[in-house]
């Protein structure tokens, strides 16, 4: 995961970008740290990782964990028995 590591942080300095970090690698997709105004920057990212790498790299954002439990909050208890 390093070498993607480098591959994305040269891809961010070029475009002018904040850092990244990369959370997760499995083959050609890659998962990103979520942060406030990413989304715009991946499709740029995207292109720019696939021109270096001359394959497919699909950006995916590491989803949020519910820090406030809400599934467990919201959760009706007993419709585990119906």
Known sequence: MEKEQKLLDE?????????????????????????PGIGP?????????QHVTKHPI??????????NRRFDRNYLRGVEKV
């Open 11 to 35: 891809a961010v300095k070029v475009l002018g970008f904040e850092p990244i970090v990369l959370c997760k690698v499995d083959r050609f997709r890659w998962s990103l740290e979520e942060r």
């Open 41 to 49: 920057q991946m499709i740029k990212l995207e292109r720019a990782l």
């Open 58 to 67: 699909d950006l995916r954002l590491q989803p949020k964990k519910d820090g």
